[in-house]
């Protein structure tokens, strides 16, 4: 059964970087898209960035771009993301996210994943 693990949350000053990191485990081989969700208490899951896993560009939120970079690891069939400049509003729960399908264009909503970390907290304190 496919897993989705991820790791690297904390508190980070503003201004300040982090690393997240999911790792998937439960099959073979990633077909499809990465990607990274947050949420914030109250608020709708929220797109962050996105990496087609065999091939194609990366892609980001508007909120983001510019600030966070999405990377993958093939053969440990692990994602990452490098989150710099941080903001208050970055506060949220982060989700690491699978989407298995083949696509002509780039998932960016929650109903296109189908397969989701159980989160890592991400708090940036002012």
């Known amino acids: 059964q496919v897993q989705l693990v991820e790791s690297g949350g904390g508190l980070v000053q503003v201004g300040g970087s982090l690393r997240l990191a999911c790792s998937a485990s439960?099959?073979?081989?990633?077909?499809?898209?990465m990607g990274w969700f947050r949420q914030a208490p109250g608020k709708e899951r929220e797109f962050v960035a996105g990496?087609?896993?065999?091939?194609?560009?990366?892609y980001y939120g508007d909120s983001v771009k510019g600030r966070f970079t999405i990377s993958r690891d093939k053969a440990k069939k692990m994602v990452y993301l490098q989150m710099n400049s941080l903001k208050p509003d970055d506060t949220a729960v982060y989700f690491c996210a699978l989407d298995r399908s083949i696509r002509w264009t780039r998932p960016t909503t929650v109903s296109e994943f189908d397969f989701w970390g159980q989160g890592t907290q991400v708090t940036v304190s002012s």
């Open positions: 990496f087609p896993w065999t091939k194609g560009d990366d």
């Open positions: 439960g099959i073979t081989s990633i077909v499809g898209t």
